[in-house]
């Protein structure tokens, strides 16, 4: 995919963040976490663990907890923003409920590029800003922050 040169795939990346999350709660993941999150069977954790792997993006070992490596959690910490920002979008901007909004952001985040992203973070924070002030430019410098309502919500 184009700009996305760490991109991994919808699958694998879902697997990083669920570990990202699951690290944030409970001080690292485990296997069975990992399929109760995701809700896929205990081997096709373990078969995506392998592949996370060898890419260098998870330790790992079989029967041991789960910890993302510094690349792991950089590229589960850009997944997490991407569907922060979309989720927010689509919910602060165009009105569509949380639970909506997160399944779908869960499926536009793997195939939009970056650049899409931003300039739909960018156009939310414009829309913000100028219905609290409307002489507001669209090119001024937004907040760096997703949209406030971009929090992911429970399962996927």
């Known amino acids: 995919m184009p700009g996305r040169s760490e991109y991994l795939g919808e699958s694998l990346e879902d697997y990083a963040e669920a570990i990202l999350e699951l690290e944030g709660k409970e001080g690292s993941a485990r296997v069975t976490d990992i399929s109760k999150k995701l809700a896929v069977s205990k081997p096709s954790v373990t078969g995506a663990l ?3 792997k060898e890419k260098g993006i998870v330790e790992y070992a079989p029967y041991s907890y789960i910890r993302l490596t510094d690349k792991g959690r950089a ?3 850009k997944v997490r923003r991407r569907h922060e920002v979309l989720s927010g979008f689509l919910t602060d901007i165009l009105g569509i409920s949380p639970e909506k909004a997160n399944v779908q952001a869960c499926r536009m985040e793997h195939i ?6 931003e300039k739909m973070c960018k156009l939310a924070s414009f829309m913000k800003r100028s219905y609290a002030n409307p002489s507001a430019k669209i090119d001024s410098e937004p907040s ?3 949209p406030k309502s971009a929090g992911r919500g429970g399962g996927r």
Request: no cysteine; hydrophobic share 40%; proline share 13%.
């Open 144 to 146: 760096s922050k997703p």
């Open 75 to 77: 590229l589960a910490k």
């Open 112 to 117: 939009l590029e970056p650049e899409t992203i």
């Open 50 to 52: 392998a592949h996370l």
